[in-house]
């Protein structure tokens, strides 16, 4: 299993910060037959599209 970075960013300035990741699930990665199904993609796509037009509606003071 694989990991990010997004932990790192979250402690990056004094009090932290509000992130979050969307991972592409592939097969034989940083491999010259990497691969991903593309039905995976397109969903991710959505998922994130869909995540960053409901930003608005959320209270981001805490």
Request: charged fraction near 20%; glycine fraction near 12%; aromatic fraction near 4%.
């Amino acid at each position: 299993a694989g990991g990010t970075d997004t932990t790192g960013l979250q402690r990056m300035s004094p009090g932290g910060s509000i992130a979050g990741a969307i991972s592409v699930p592939t097969r034989h990665i940083h491999q010259v037959i990497e691969m991903s199904h593309r039905k995976d993609i397109v969903a991710c796509v959505d998922l994130l599209t869909s995540s960053v037009c409901g930003l608005e509606k959320w209270d981001w003071s805490f």
